[in-house]
């Protein structure tokens, strides 16, 4: 999925453990994230620098492919085009003065002061005390307001029934759905699939508050940007190069 915006008014003015199991397809059920191995503490916070500079086009849809191909969305058959989720999306961004176009990859901003959050009105919508920013499906009703309150577009419903799912990523029509930062694999120490995808430092992933971090070193060397820094979100993800 490829969109076209103004780079300044993309950056400026883009506006837009619980203990019951549901089944929703055969040998999938709907479960609470949760670390398996260590407990979530605020001591962490995860977070993306994403490089346009380092990024190609091919590099885009190898993040789009792969977080497809790990979290299992992207199949839908009986969705419309506007209806399909899209976890990561692949945005371009136009300098006015220059003309230059730069393509992004542009996901959930996993923000320390979600709007997403603050509008639920059932909890659904909740940030860990790492920093993480996920949807509890037992929780969920549908209603939406998460996606109208998210200035990034992040967040998809599922609008159909779904078979071949992921079993480490159930899904659920009826429910909203984003971008994890593939907590499942995080919590066992791994990387995001996007992440994973590039192999040349044009995705950075790690803990903002570890001073030893590959990420928190390159922030202080580098000139980065929040997308949409003027509603005072902190987001978690980062880009340079725009």
Not at 15 to 41: E, H, K, M, N, R
Not at 154 to 164: G, I, P, T
Not at 221 to 226: A, E, G, N, P, V
């Amino acid at each position: 999925m490829s969109k076209e915006l103004n780079r300044r008014d993309f950056i400026k003015n883009t506006t837009v453990a619980t203990a019951s199991v549901a089944t929703i397809a055969s040998g999938i059920t709907l479960t609470t994230f949760a670390a398996s191995d260590s407990p979530v503490t605020n001591e962490k916070r995860w977070g993306m620098l994403i490089d346009t500079n380092k990024l190609t086009e091919s590099d885009i849809d190898d993040m789009v492919n792969a977080c497809q191909e790990e979290n299992g969305w992207g199949s839908e058959v009986h969705s419309r085009g506007d209806q399909k989720p899209g976890w990561i999306k692949k945005i371009k961004v136009k300098d006015k003065a220059t003309g230059k176009i730069d393509s992004l990859p542009m996901m959930c901003q996993h923000c320390e002061q979600p709007p997403c959050v603050d509008v639920c009105p059932t909890n659904a919508s909740m940030k860990r005390e790492d920093g993480i920013v996920l949807v509890d499906r037992h929780l969920c009703i549908g209603c939406r307001y998460c996606m109208m309150a998210c200035p990034y577009d992040a967040r998809s419903f599922v609008h159909e029934d779904l078979s071949n799912q992921k079993e480490h990523m159930p899904r659920g029509k009826g429910t909203v759905e984003s971008c994890t930062l593939c907590v499942h694999k995080v919590d066992k120490g791994g990387m995001p699939a996007c992440a994973e995808a590039v192999n040349n430092d044009g995705v950075i992933f790690g803990d903002l508050y570890d001073t030893n971090s590959k990420i928190n070193q390159t922030l202080k060397k580098i000139q980065s940007t929040q997308i949409r820094a003027d509603l005072n979100l902190n987001t978690g993800v980062r880009y340079s190069g725009i």
